[in-house]
Nanobody, 122 residues
Framework: QVQLVESGGGLVQAGDSLRLSCAAS????????MAWFRQAPRKEREFVAAVAWVGNTVYADSVKGRFTISRDNAENLVYLQMKSLKPEDTAVYYC????????????????WGQGTQVTVSS
């Protein structure tokens, strides 16, 4: 069992940076793949980035080069560093975990956090 708690969201201006954190509880964190998804109003949830337990990463095209996902297995933390934020990045950001290899499909993840709001003003 893994419990996830996101933090770090807020209101920023276009071009600003923000770092989201996801604190995970559970002994299986180090062997879990972690991901960030986001959901904007009236839109479906979409994949943002993922990191495997061995460190491999994958990004959505829309955030590649601007966002960086990382993990700290010693502290059971996952980060999403976001730079050059755009108004279209506005969404609720969710942290997710799976015991398997990472995936861009939300149904592949068994555990989810409650989400943190990111709002980017123009």
């Amino acid at each position: 069992q893994v419990q996830l708690v996101e933090s770090g969201g807020g209101l920023v201006q276009a071009g600003d940076s923000l770092r989201l954190s996801c604190a995970a509880s559970g002994r299986t964190f180090s062997s879990s793949s972690m991901a960030w998804f986001r959901q904007a109003p009236r839109k479906e949830r979409e994949f943002v980035a993922a990191v495997a337990w061995v460190g491999n990463t994958v990004y959505a095209d829309s955030v590649k080069g601007r966002f960086t996902i990382s993990r700290d297995n010693a502290e059971n933390l996952v980060y999403l560093q976001m730079k050059s934020l755009k108004p279209e990045d506005t969404a609720v950001y969710y942290c997710a975990a799976t015991q398997g290899w990472y995936s861009v499909r939300d149904y592949s993840y068994e555990y989810w956090g409650q989400g943190t709001q990111v709002t980017v003003s123009s």
